[in-house]
């Protein structure tokens, strides 16, 4: 488990994840600084909002390309029948290299929450709770992509799945704003969309109430949207993390 | 078969150089009938619906709200050149703000910029929109944007010059019972009665906060008490050569 982990992370420093993903988050720091700046009034509030809207979707584009691409990698190096040809079982496997993802991400939040913290004096409260949700965002992106990759094998169905799955559970607050359900079963062809649209958000995650960037200027003012975003986590990364070690267990190598 | 294969292969080269004659007639008959054709410019394009909105969020409104505040902001700031705000379509600045105020209430980054920026305007008729916006914006919460209230009556005064438009909104000013806001917002309605040269209203207004400050209703700083006695020394000494009789105005008042 250990070997996976450190696998993991040197992996991150070969691929150049932490160095991209650095660079990347300087550039849109910089950039939110600059427009926030223009602002003509609570140009710290814009720039707080800004820096934490653009680094969310850049460390999920980040995180997603790097599950993505290792595990591919890992297959077609044939680097998992190495690692499971030793006394590990298939179980130790998906958590060490989920763990591992999990430390890489936090390798490069940890730092970012302490620029977010420096630069825009945020509510602690907020950024506590704003930094708790990201991660746990991250940690179900994570699940779903080592779940593509392994279902998939393919890296780049892997990653348009992925990327599909973010933006759909990003938007599942419209969705559910959108749906209109008949309201008898006769109704129900004339409402194809709305009944689709109720199926999905059975399925996909409401990732759109995680990381909030209003938490970061007046702080958390609703609980329950808390009490949501604590079961959906608590809920959908074992339910991905399972369905991963059905899909491993029956994988012939 | 075999002649029309070598026929093809000795002039095949001709074919293609007369296809590519043709096909480039086409193109240049294709941008004579398109070269004016321009893309249609709004300085200020009409504001997202709720759905768009939603969408657009990813369910992180406070990211969003901060994009298009600074749209809004730099609106009219293209290419390289400005555009007097006489030219605006201030309906559709009134639509912006409000759709903004559905993504932020708790901001006041859009009545800044309503009050100090889209006020400036010399088609002083526009104002009214921006009045309109101030007041419904403020009118949720008076104790916390008694401001812009504030600013909306001197801009109804100032710029608008509709003074029963100020003195309505400075009569919603007096409501505010923020212990921030100072005691001249109690006053607003008098000097825009006395303006009005409605001495009536004025000694009102006055005689009200006097009762209060005697019923131990509201207490006064003493700041504020000395700036009150001049003021209602100045006003009382006007209201003398006026030879105005408080005993005429209706109880009503």
């Known amino acids: 488990m250990k070997q996976i982990l450190k696998y993991i992370l040197k992996n991150g420093l070969r691929d150049r994840l932490y160095l991209g993903l650095f660079i990347t988050l300087i550039v849109s720091f910089s950039i939110s600084i600059f427009l926030g700046s223009t602002m003509l009034a609570e140009q710290k509030q814009s720039t707080a909002a800004f820096i934490a809207g653009s680094s969310r979707a850049i460390l999920a584009i980040g995180m997603i390309l790097f599950v993505c691409l290792s595990i591919n990698r890992a297959f077609e190096n044939k680097e998992v029948e190495f690692i499971l040809s030793k006394s590990i079982a298939r179980e130790q496997f998906i958590l060490g290299y989920l763990l591992g993802f999990f430390l890489a991400a936090l390798l490069i939040f940890i730092p970012l929450v302490l620029i977010i913290a420096l ?9 506590i709770i704003w930094s708790c949700t990201l991660l746990s965002e991250l940690l179900i992106i994570i699940c779903f992509s080592l779940l593509a990759s392994l279902i998939l094998k393919n890296s780049f169905s892997a990653i348009m799945a992925s990327f599909a799955f973010y933006t759909i559970s ?38 759109d109430l995680f990381a909030q960037s209003s938490w970061l200027n007046y702080g958390i003012n609703d609980a329950y949207g808390l009490k949501i975003i604590f079961w959906q986590s608590l809920i959908y990364i074992p339910l991905m993390i399972f369905m991963a070690f059905h899909d491993f267990k029956k994988k012939q190598f | 078969m075999l002649d029309l294969r070598l026929s093809y292969h000795l002039h095949s080269h001709k074919i293609f150089f007369w296809l590519f004659i043709l096909v480039f007639s086409c193109q240049i008959f294709f941008w004579k009938n398109t070269e004016k054709f321009r893309i249609a410019f709004d300085i200020v394009p009409p504001a997202p619906s709720k759905y768009l909105t939603s969408a657009l969020s990813f369910g992180d409104n406070e990211f969003l709200f901060r994009i298009l505040a600074m749209r809004l902001q730099n609106s009219g700031d293209v290419f390289a050149g400005f555009i007097s705000l006489k030219n605006y379509d201030y309906s559709r600045i009134y639509d912006w703000m409000k759709m903004l105020d559905s993504l932020n209430m708790k901001s006041h980054l859009i009545p800044s910029l309503a009050s100090s920026y889209y006020a400036q305007t010399t088609k002083y008729e526009d104002t009214r929109y921006v009045i309109d916006y101030l007041d419904e914006h403020s009118s949720h919460n008076i104790d916390e944007n008694w401001w812009w209230i504030f600013q909306a009556v001197f801009i109804a005064k100032a710029n608008l010059k509709d003074m029963n438009r100020a003195l309505e909104l400075a009569q919603k000013l007096a409501q505010n019972n923020a212990k921030n806001a100072p005691f001249w917002t109690k006053q607003m309605s008098a000097f825009i009665s006395e303006e009005m040269g409605d001495g009536c209203m004025a000694f009102s207004v006055i005689q009200k906060l006097i009762k209060e400050s005697e019923n131990g209703v509201r207490q006064i700083p003493l700041h504020e008490m000395e700036f009150m006695r001049y003021f209602i020394n100045e006003r009382l000494r006007k209201l003398k050569n006026q030879k105005f009789d408080p005993r005429k105005c209706s109880k009503n008042l």
């Open chain 1, 119 to 127: 630069v825009t004096k945020p509510s602690i409260a907020g950024l």
């Open chain 1, 170 to 207: 990003r938007l599942m607050g419209v969705f559910v704003m959108a749906i209109e359900l008949p309201q008898d079963l006769a109704e129900a062809k004339n409402h194809i969309l709305a009944t689709g649209l109720k199926f999905l958000s059975a399925l996909f995650p409401r990732l």
